[in-house]
């Protein structure tokens, strides 16, 4: 077979059956059974003791069989912003037939997780994993922790699985400052600011950040919330984002600055261009010239020193 | 929200359901040890539970917890008067419960929940350690198991068996490890500061007292007493069973008493003769020192010591069942008996009535030996219109004048009283002794069985140059009573009463066959008691020296009882690694294979890929064998959805050529 697993093929990996905080309680319980027996002479207690003992112990096996050949899958993931929930398509299917009860699965170590009541039959089964993303960049893959308490409870059958998972993470887009007055003339329309002779083309919400000067006030007024008003003539016009705009920031504040900008300027259906130490990508617009000037931000190097 | 209000309910109904059964189950055979009030808390958190979760109403909110825990602690505190002991203890533990249950609504309360749950188990078998006890806990021990596994795992669609079978499951799949615990791990006799439990539940038994009607109670009581096996196969008959609880030195007329304090205890074993009898016996609590054996014992037992009369007693009382082994010699050659004692044996009553010491002043002329009295006095009873008798009804201040010239009806303690007082009168040393008497001969165990109806009272009398010497006066009075045994006697009395007369022989083989019904399970449970109640540190290392392991020290047997374990465990794995594998469907194992191979070839299935755009898709990528993928695709459809043989897709898939990678394909 050449190269590595496909992720959607699935992955599936070492199970190791840990004790968890319920076994502490379950010990405890078998001492003072021990304890009642040998003290008393007890022999009923004595084989009560045994058999819980004997049945934990073979519940060890049953944990570690439950959790056996079960494949996990992750779908391809939407790109998200740093802080933002990320949903990943979790697919689990029974590999070596069999089934797979009271499955949990956990994204990263403190994620949020999801429960499978029973994964078995021939299909694959999904349910949605919301993952915080919590730094920016690319990650090539994600690590998921598979766990199951089934049958007693008393031990925990533990899998972590690295899948291969492409997935960006966009620097959070925040930040406050208007967005920069760089405009490149398009169409060689005049170079002022927005032209308030475009047609009318409607309102859309407010995002925090953007110039107050389009915000319209009447529908402010009437409690209806923060519109913006939109010019059809705004594709016209190239703005250009740049490094020094976002000068007094600090470095990972200068980033979302510019993330927040791209995605003003995408939503308001500017054409805009970015430029960066070591990038620079020419103006544009669209889903694709978006992705592009975002996953520039995202693998930005981190400050370097203090 | 209310400050009494905590959260949602979070529970399934049918996991939680089962616990509070088990539970109510555990609690329902302790009901007469808790005190009613927290059995009332109890109940009350069990509906309470109940109805929140399905009403999906709040659980209690911590000041409300903490305030029934105040008021149950302080509860138990009165009515106990202090926190240690078996019934505060289980007080404590009913509350605990009831408040863990109010309170259970995530994964961790319900494994506690669970764990209190057993420990409740643990506490009944503090009082009985019955097979049937057991099998009643050791159930309740599997529906708590079971409810434990429908919590975390709710079969869909499948009946609510499920779980309980598996548990049963683990049960025998663990049941070669809890054999080689049971019977490998070290028992110790070690010294426990902290006792569980020290009672047993009320056993009605013998008394220490004689009196008129103490015995003839015990006849309807078919409770057992002991059991005992013979080692060395030497059973004497049933009727030479003189089963020895007890001798009885102070009499006044028809009421006795021990009366052994002060007295000095003779050395019985050193003046006993004749063949010796074997005896192990498994000795059921009774809650008092007694420790019965074969007139008489010659042998001590542990943690025991011979009293005057020479009978066995017990340091402690017994309130755990107890095996030991005595041996006893029928015979004894007392060559004199020690004035203290026979001052306690010539002791007279106070009221003796004229009619009384004239009977024997009259034997006493007729008779010259101590012996001819005796016998004169044994003839008295047969001769005179003497009647044996459960109901002999009370008698009166001067019951001995009233019993011997007047009604002549009683049971067995009256016969012996009467006639040991009328031996003291005669001025001859008597004691009465008490016990058992026959018993029940169980074939399938090999031992015998007795019961508290066999419970009896006979007496001894000292003749110079012979010794002490048994004269049962019932014996005269009710020869079938001694001859078959205590039971068959009344059971023949009753029928003899019974206004049919003759009895029919259906109801007759009926109760024949109930008899041995009975006599089979009591041998199960003789079994129980012998391998499993009273397997201990000696009878473990008995066990050891007959397999040759007598030598090796504890640590040494623990470590290969490990290894044992951990064989025993890997055998299992395999084997349950094996049945998963068998598990999966035949056609599923083939569309596997089937998407392996095209997979190599760099076409791998997408998760939610369908078989049938998959196989186009594949077709598509090696258009040279698009046919035979095509064709192995329909096969598959038509086996999964149209419920055709899964065979002919298993060979397509075998069939399928040699496909090349897609990326070398140009």
Redesign the interface.
Known sequence: MKGATPSHEGVTGRVRVLPNRNTLGFVALLVAMWYAGASQNNGAAYLLCFVLGGVALVSILHTHRNARGLRVSIGSVVPAFAGDPQTLRVGALAAIGGMHAAIRIKAGATGSSIAFEEISGPQWQFDQLEHSAAERGFFPDLTLAVSSLYPLGFFSARMTLTIACPRWVYPAAEGNRPLPRHLLPARNRGAGIRTEGDDFAGLRTYVQGEPHRHIDWKAAARGQGLFVKQWAGDSDETLILTWQDTAGLAHESRLSQLARWVVTAERSGLSYALDVPGTALPPGSGERHFHACLRVLALYPAEVGP | MKWWRGKHSNLETAPLTGVCVALVLAVVPLLDRMAPWAVAIFAVAILLRLLVNRQQMRLPSMPVKIALLAIGMGGVGISYGGFFGVEPGLGILLILLSLKLLETNT??D???LV?LG??L??CG??FS?DLS??LY??CI?LLL?AS??R??????GRSAMRPIW??VK??A???P??LL??VF?P????D?R?????SVDGVTGMSDQLSPGSFATLTRNENRAFRADFPDGNVPPLSQLYWRGAVLWRGDGMIWARGTGGLPVERPAAQLTGATVRQSIILDPHGSRWLFALDRPASLVRDSEFQPGGFLQSYRPIV?PLRYTVVSRPENHEAGLMPDQRKAALEKPQLISPRVRELVDAWRAENSTDRAVAEAAMHFFRKENFVYSLTPNTYGADALTEFLFERRSGFCEHYAASFATLMRIAGIPSRIVIGYHGGEFNRLGNYVLVRQLDAHAWCEVWLKGEGWIRFDPTNVIAPDRISSGSEYFLESRALAESAAGEPSVGAAGFREMMRETRLAWDNIKYQWDLR?????EDAQQTLFNLAGLGDFAPPVIVLWMAIG?LLI?GI??AW??RV??????P???E??KFCRVL??S?V?R???EGAQHFAERAAALHPEHADAIRKAAALYNAA?YGHEAPRPFARAVRELPRLR?ITSAS
């Open positions: 994964v961790r319900f494994q506690v764990l057993w420990f188990c643990l078998l503090f350690q006890r057991w806990d050791g021990a198991a434990l596994i919590f975390h795992y709710a079969p869909r598996l548990a683990l049960v799949q663990a049941s490890i809890i615990l049971f791990f028992r110790s006799r070690g426990f902290f006792q569980f439990s020290r755990a499993v109640v009273n397997y201990d374990a465990f299992l794995a349950l690694s998963r594998g068998e598990t999966l469907d056609l599923v194992r569309y596997r997979a190599r760099g791998v997408e998760p939610s999964r990678h």
